[in-house]
């Protein structure tokens, strides 16, 4: 499955700005910490995103909650 980063991103409410790449990391990171009170770098705040857009995405398809 192909998501694109623009799909994830509106799903998980991460925005930044002018599509600057850093305000966009960092949103990231905020909504991290927000969900799950946990520090991480850049890369692993875009990986939780992801993970958070693709059960959500198995919700939908499967009908079931996981």
Excluded at 11 to 36: E, T
Aim: aromatic letters at 14%; glycine letters at 8%; a negative charge.
């Amino acid at each position: 499955m192909l998501v694109y980063v623009n799909e994830w991103r509106a799903y998980c409410g991460v925005s930044g700005g002018d599509n600057h790449r850093d305000a966009q990391k960092a949103a990231a990171k905020a909504k991290v910490k927000i969900w799950y009170n946990i520090d991480c770098t850049d890369d692993e705040a875009d990986a939780i995103c992801i993970g958070k857009y693709f059960v959500n995405y198995l919700k939908k398809s499967w009908g079931e909650d996981l």
